[in-house]
């Protein structure tokens, strides 16, 4: 599930172009002389290496776009045998050329559609009409066929139940959409809440909705932000019947082990007991197309919703309600144990095994998956044959590079969840960092987030760098639970067939990537970050960025707390602490090069090996492990989704939980919590500048 177009996190303008720039100043000839050394220097990244020129001249597309069509044929939701079928796939791709390649099976807790039903009446008492609750497919349509085996349009986990009762319009969802509709005296309590994709993640809709009163939810696609111009298959836009299918649990992993891996034989919560969890949406939801959507809206009456409550060009007034319109919704679903199946495969570090980089993209798909995420998928097995190349010609990378392709990603970020925690302590130790790629292509742009001391090594390849805080893909275990420097990247912003039907092999052979070259080029990103971070002998991370956007998270929460009394000066300490950390970390690297300048034969392993290991582990220093406040699985308290917004990213996410509430209730106790929060906060950076200087007190 990887955030949808309007939901993307905000992005940072591009970066200015900075060392090619040096070579554009014509320079008087002595003087150019004596810059020749330092200007060397400056150019500091080494040029590719051989092996990672080759990797970037192998790409094919041809074989990005047979095995997104084989893998695409049939739609495959984790837990259907059409999803193991596609397991199998890729482990024998993978497996094909010579990487050991197992499947890490789990049974989780899923759902799917049983029954469901929607009828609408314009007012109580007058005749109902049902909808079809169907996407249509179209005229030559290849996959009009396999589309018969797309489980129903459902949101996954919604509590089984039947609601009759007049309908409000809640525009997007969100918390400030209910307190407008609150301070317009609509009240929503017992009522069918209806509100529109777009700005958050559905299970906080449906949350919302529930905490607004609701008794239950109908989320649609409204024409203006789905299908802006023509729609599929003349266009990209989401058809008139298109459904955005969804899960709407809001914790991570299989919802009977929380905070645990699912092995075999663990202890598990029962499924009334999972379903029970606030992070579960507790009543009963539907999602539905635009079409439907409109209908409803036509027989909202009540006051006119405000202009940006508005669809766009021949949609009717949208009102607020509540009713004349009756909604009747009933839904059953099936809350079930399946099996998952990750599959791992791994390429052995020659000189340190021991050191891991991991590459990740899921497999499961709501229909046919071809953007989300099978497109990343088709890369990740077109990268493959790259590595099988290289080692052809001698390439063994120096640390080991792992893999992995996850299961029930949509139900819940599950696959990748459960083999984390499973692996919590091997992982926490030996990961260098981790690579997602959901949906590698949907359209132009590369857009990319990363923890920021792999800034510098992505802004070649990148225009654009946001921050991992949501919690939208399957790098949220890698760096949230366990402090993993992660990137997360993409081509496409976002589109409009999200989760429909209409994700199929057409719509990207037509609109998403024709020539199957965004592919290839996310293919050749995603491999050089990881033969870089594999090949270089001193980790390409710095921290320098990271120090940049702590100072900028402190600036934000200065500007909020304003003559509130709250103490901010324990972390601006702490980050000038680990500005420290970065300087001393520095003149350690410029004494080993000094050193091996003049002693090129005495190489420094161990050295070397000390500052990488503190490197690497000074992410995990912003971990601790009581994790956020009230949300214990979060452990990062740099980097985490925000509470309103799964989708939404936050830096110091328990600072903001605490400011929002402290604002809501502004009593002294409440910004108590506020400086806790400055101290905890304070404390994790301390220790990653004592990891980074590799210092004790
Ligand atoms: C909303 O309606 C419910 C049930 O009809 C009622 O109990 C509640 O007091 C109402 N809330 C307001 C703010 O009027
Ligand atoms: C709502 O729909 C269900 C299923 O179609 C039906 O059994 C029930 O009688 C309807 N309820 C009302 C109040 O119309
Ligand atoms: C629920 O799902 C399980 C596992 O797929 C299946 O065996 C069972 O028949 C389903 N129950 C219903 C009522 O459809
Ligand atoms: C791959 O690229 C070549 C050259 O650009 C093009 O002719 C070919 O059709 C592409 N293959 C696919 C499957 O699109």
Redesign the pocket.
């Known amino acids: 599930m990887p955030r949808e177009d309007s939901t993307q996190a905000p992005l940072l303008p591009a970066p200015p172009p900075r060392r090619a720039a040096a070579s554009l100043h014509p320079l008087p000839l002595l003087v150019a002389a004596a810059f020749a050394v330092s200007y060397h220097l400056l150019l500091a990244a080494p040029p590719p290496s051989h092996y990672q020129s080759l990797f970037l001249s192998l790409g094919s597309n041809d074989t990005a776009a047979a095995h997104l069509r084989a893998l695409t044929a049939r739609p495959h939701p984790a837990?259907m045998e059409a999803n193991a079928l596609a397991a199998n796939y890729v482990a024998a791709a993978l497996s094909s050329h010579g990487f050991p390649t197992r499947l890490t099976p789990y049974s989780v807790l899923l759902s799917?559609p049983?029954h469901r039903s929607l009828s609408l009446s314009a007012a109580p008492g007058r005749d109902a009409a049902a909808f079809a609750l169907r996407q249509e497919t179209y005229p030559g349509d290849p996959y009009a066929a396999a589309s018969a085996e797309a489980v129903p349009t459902f949101l996954a986990y919604a509590a089984s139940g039947s609601v009759a009762a007049e309908a409000v319009y809640a525009n997007y969802g969100r918390a400030e959409d209910y307190a407008y509709l609150a301070a317009r005296g609509v009240n929503v309590t017992g009522k069918v809440a209806v509100a529109r994709y777009g700005k958050v993640y559905r299970g906080d809709i449906v949350k919302n909705a529930r905490d607004a009163g609701a008794a239950a939810a109908v989320i649609y696609t409204d024409f203006k932000d789905y299908t802006p111009g023509k729609a599929f298959p003349d266009g990209p836009g989401m058809p008139p019947t298109g459904v955005q299918v969804g899960s709407t649990f809001k914790g991570v992993g299989d919802p009977t082990t929380p905070m645990w891996a699912s092995s075999e034989g663990c202890e598990r919560l029962s499924v009334a007991e999972a379903m029970a969890s606030d992070d579960m949406p507790g009543i009963p939801a539907l999602p539905v197309s635009g079409r439907d959507g409109e209908a409803i809206l036509q027989v909202i009456g009540g006051e006119v919703a405000p202009e940006d409550w508005q669809g766009g060009d021949g949609a009717p007034v949208y009102r607020l309600g509540p009713g004349p319109a009756v909604l009747n919704l009933t839904y059953t679903g099936?809350e079930?144990?399946?099996t998952i199946q990750n599959v791992i495969s791994v390429i052995e570090g020659e000189e340190e095994p021991e050191r891991y980089i991991i590459l990740g993209n899921h497999r499961d798909a709501w229909t046919f998956g071809a953007v989300d995420p099978n497109s990343g998928t088709a890369a990740l097995l077109e990268l493959a044959q790259r590595f099988r190349k290289l080692q052809k010609k001698g390439w063994k990378p120096r640390r080991t590079i792992i893999l992995c392709n996850w299961d029930a990603e949509e139900y819940g970020l599950t696959g990748s969840t459960e083999w984390v925690e499973e692996n919590r302590a091997m992982l926490a130790s030996r990961t260098i960092a981790y690579l997602n790629v959901d949906s590698a292509v949907a359209g132009p742009g590369f857009y990319a987030s990363a923890t920021p001391q792999l800034d510098e090594l992505l802004q070649d390849a990148s225009k654009q760098i946001g921050r991992l805080g949501g919690g939208g893909s399957d790098y949220s275990a890698f760096v949230q639970h366990i402090g993993v420097p992660s990137v997360d990247m993409s081509i496409g912003p976002g589109y409009a067939v999200y989760h429909s039907l209409y994700d199929d092999f057409t719509w990207i052979e037509k609109f998403g990537d024709p020539l199957f070259r965004r592919h290839v080029a996310v293919a050749s990103i995603w491999g050089l970050l990881a033969l870089k971070l594999s090949d270089e002998e001193i980790l390409p991370f710095n921290y320098t960025c990271y120090a940049r956007e702590l100072e900028n998270g402190a600036m934000d929460i200065n500007k909020r707390v304003l003559g509130m009394p709250v103490n901010l000066s324990p972390l601006y300490k702490s980050i000038k602490e680990f500005k420290r950390a970065i300087l001393k970390v520095d003149s350690e690297l410029k004494a080993l090069e000094t050193w091996r300048s003049w002693a090129p034969w005495r190489n420094n392993p161990l050295k070397v090996k000390d500052i990488n290991d503190r490197l690497m582990m000074t992410e995990r220093a912003f971990t601790e492990r009581e994790g956020l406040s009230g949300r214990p699985w979060y452990k990062h308290l740099i980097y985490g989704p925000s509470l309103y917004n799964d989708y939404g990213a936050e830096v110091y996410p328990g600072v903001d939980d605490a400011i929002q509430r402290a604002k809501r209730t502004n009593i002294s106790e409440s910004w108590k919590s506020v400086q806790h929060e400055i101290h905890r906060i304070s404390r994790v950076i301390n220790q990653a500048a004592l990891v980074l200087s590799g210092r004790l007190t």
């Open positions: 837990g799917y049983i099936n079930t144990m399946a």
